[in-house]
């Protein structure tokens, strides 16, 4: 597979890539992004993904109105094609490139920097893993849900699981309410009933979790980790592993059936 980006209407080499050292996205990580699973070349869920990016940067003040999702999307298949990748993910990020804050003088009028990559699917272990992190979650955060560039606490509490021997973790917020996982939605079905947690947990609006609340009686409620602990069955949900059923949770083995929700993005 290549490795060539697409950034400003131009595909690149991957050593090409610029950002202005003095924009408000390389010191302050202002920037928003969605990650696209890609099939056959073409991004899925457009729409879904699309209308969250809207709103997370007009939630961060990021004016992206020179941008259309059309234009966008396209650029994102033929970057697909040009890397020769079929099935994978791509990832749209538009960085703020305005100089502001208190090292960066006044800001320009300027148009935020699209950069476009994609990379294959990540491999999901069958005997996928599932912690409980030791990092909470700030629901009251202004971020809280938005899809940004600040991804450091999510990537910290990932290695954390990682270096443990877990895959993931479940991350919870400072009420001891279940969010999400490091870098996914979570689902779990308890007494046949199918669980996801409220958006006022703080977790981030996935767009795989919209499609499954679109296609299945799912509840949104404040949980514990005591509920996942009397669940008969877990998912972790996002563009880059689709739907993974949790074979290991916190070291108590899950029994693992044919579930119907882990098949809903193989049609």
Request: glycine share 8%; with cysteine.
């Amino acid at each position: 597979m290549r490795n060539v980006f697409w950034q400003d209407h131009i595909v690149s080499d991957a050593s090409e890539a610029d950002l202005d050292a003095f924009s408000s996205a390389a010191y302050y990580g202002k920037s928003v992004f969605t990650t696209v699973s890609l099939r056959e070349g073409q991004p899925l869920l457009k729409d879904k993904h699309w209308r969250r990016l809207l709103s997370n940067a007009e939630l961060l003040g990021i004016n992206v109105s020179a941008y259309s999702e059309e234009s966008v999307f396209t650029a994102l298949a033929e970057l697909a094609n040009a890397n020769s990748l079929h099935t994978g993910v791509g990832r749209i990020t538009f960085f703020d490139v305005n100089r502001g804050g208190l090292w960066t003088g006044n800001d320009k009028d300027l148009k935020p920097t699209l950069l476009i990559t994609t990379r294959e699917n990540r491999n999901t272990p069958a005997e996928f893993s599932l912690a409980i992190s030791p990092f909470l979650v700030n629901s009251t955060s202004p971020l809280a849900g938005i899809k940004s560039g600040n991804y450091l606490e999510n990537l910290m509490a990932f290695q954390e699981a990682k270096e443990r021997g877990f895959h993931e973790a479940v991350r919870v917020n400072e009420r001891g309410f279940i969010v999400s996982g490091c870098m996914c939605n979570i689902f779990w079905r308890s007494k046949g009933q199918l669980f996801t947690p409220k958006l006022s947990t703080g977790c981030l609006p996935g767009t795989t979790r919209e499609l499954i609340l679109e296609t299945f009686e799912c509840k949104e409620v404040a949980a514990s980790v005591s509920d996942l602990e009397t669940a008969e069955e877990i998912f972790l949900t996002s563009a880059g592993i689709g739907i993974v059923q949790i074979r290991n949770f916190n070291g108590v083995k899950l029994s693992i059936g044919n579930d119907h929700l882990t098949s809903l993005l193989e049609t």
